[in-house]
């Protein structure tokens, strides 16, 4: 079955929750479409900070979008959303954490949070204690540095199977591909892609715009349990598709959001 999956999703308290699904339905049925007649099915995955909450928001029906009903899931940390024509929306619960070595880690298939500011190593073990998929996403300047020789380092040493690395549509195009992104490949780490919006007003549109098509069993009432099965492998069969950010919308994108964290 094909899986669309947009790996790093952000419904923030300043985005519009209608906005936000009315994108997140275009954007994941055009790179369906335009890679097979139909996807079977549309997946977004809320990776989640700690004082986040519109998983739980909208998994409680605390907020209730116009033209959506909910479906709940066999599993606590999975919903779907479904419209009027029937088009369904599901949702998974994630989280994205930030460690003592302010490296980025995204925590998939896991509802509890995991604290910040734990070592690098200690994260990722918590995330798998929980049965996740832990994935290191590029974070704009956040992979230069001494934080960059930390992770090339995590990535030398490590199997396939022990984390994935991230990217992202903030990373602009056109641009060289980062060399931790071949490491990886040579190493057999696979890559997973997200839209990663930001906290600011009207940011949601780009909600689905990079995202990844997951070939693998899915069960639409087990979500998280197909979709942690298919990850956890060592030989993932994703593929990313959809169309990064550039260089222009980035830019203002960060420069707006440095001067809202003022």
Not at 15 to 33: I, K, M, P
Not at 110 to 132: F, K, N
Request: aromatic share 4%.
């Amino acid at each position: 079955m094909i899986v669309v999956v947009d790996a790093h999703a952000h419904l923030y308290r300043c985005h519009d929750v209608d906005r936000f699904l009315a994108c997140a339905r275009r954007n994941l049925s055009r790179l369906g479409d335009r890679h097979l007649p139909h996807a079977q099915a549309h997946v977004l995955w809320l990776t989640e900070r700690s004082m986040d909450t519109a998983f739980a928001d909208l998994a409680a029906g605390r907020q209730a979008p116009r033209g959506w009903r909910l479906v709940p899931c066999a599993e606590s940390s999975a919903v779907r959303l479904r419209s009027e024509d029937s088009f369904e929306l599901i949702l998974v619960a994630g989280r994205q954490v930030v460690t003592r070595e302010r490296v980025e880690v995204l925590g998939l298939a896991i509802a509890a949070a995991v604290p910040d500011g734990l070592p690098l190593g200690e994260t990722l073990h918590s995330i798998r204690e929980q049965e996740g998929v832990p994935v290191l996403p590029w974070s704009p300047g956040k992979w230069l540095g001494q934080r960059g020789r930390l992770l090339r380092t995590l990535v030398q040493e490590a199997t396939p199977g022990d984390f994935l690395l991230g990217d992202t549509a903030l990373r602009p195009r056109p641009s060289v591909l980062p060399q931790l992104f071949t490491l990886a490949r040579e190493r057999g780490i696979a890559l997973l892609a997200g839209s990663d919006p930001l906290p600011l007003p009207g940011d949601e549109r780009h909600v689905a715009r990079y995202a990844n098509l997951l070939d693998a069993p899915f069960s639409a009432e087990l979500p998280v349990a197909s979709l942690r099965s298919a990850l956890s492998g060592r030989k993932p069969c994703t593929t990313v598709c959809g169309r990064r950010r550039s260089w222009p919308s980035v830019a203002l994108a960060l420069a707006r959001h440095a001067l809202a964290r003022r």
